[in-house]
């Protein structure tokens, strides 16, 4: 299973980014899909999940400025960032949960950076 992440950089606070990640190897129907991030020093936190029928699930932090959002077809997910704040910087990372075996993957991670 390979999860590529794409869609990180500079942004200044206030701004927008939409992280994507495309997932190969594995039936992405059957896959809770995930972001996490993990910021210098700190540990890696869950952002946002969606289960395959879409039901969705945020971390306080970012309840209101983030959305989740698959497209089975594609076998991709997707994170829509807004009115992101320095405490965003981080380098967020794809995740699956495979509901039917319980295994799971992380793709590369890929960074971001608010600043200005």
């Known amino acids: 299973v390979q999860l590529q992440a794409f869609g990180g950089g500079l942004v200044q606070p206030g701004g927008s980014l939409r992280l994507s990640c495309a997932a190969s190897?594995?039936?992405?129907?059957?896959?809770?899909m995930g972001w996490y991030r993990q910021a210098p020093g700190k540990q890696r936190e869950l952002v946002s999940t969606?289960?395959?029928?879409?039901?969705?699930n945020y971390a306080d932090s970012v309840k209101g400025r983030f959305t989740i959002s698959r497209d089975n077809a594609k076998n991709t997910v997707y994170l829509q960032m807004s009115s992101l704040k320095r405490e965003d910087t981080a380098v967020y990372y794809c995740?699956?949960?495979?509901?039917?075996?319980?295994?799971?993957?992380w793709g590369q991670g890929t960074q971001v950076t608010v600043s200005s």
């Open positions: 190897g594995t039936i992405f129907s059957r896959n809770t």
């Open positions: 995740n699956a949960y495979n509901t039917y075996n319980g295994r799971e993957y």
């Open positions: 969606i289960t395959s029928g879409g039901i969705t």
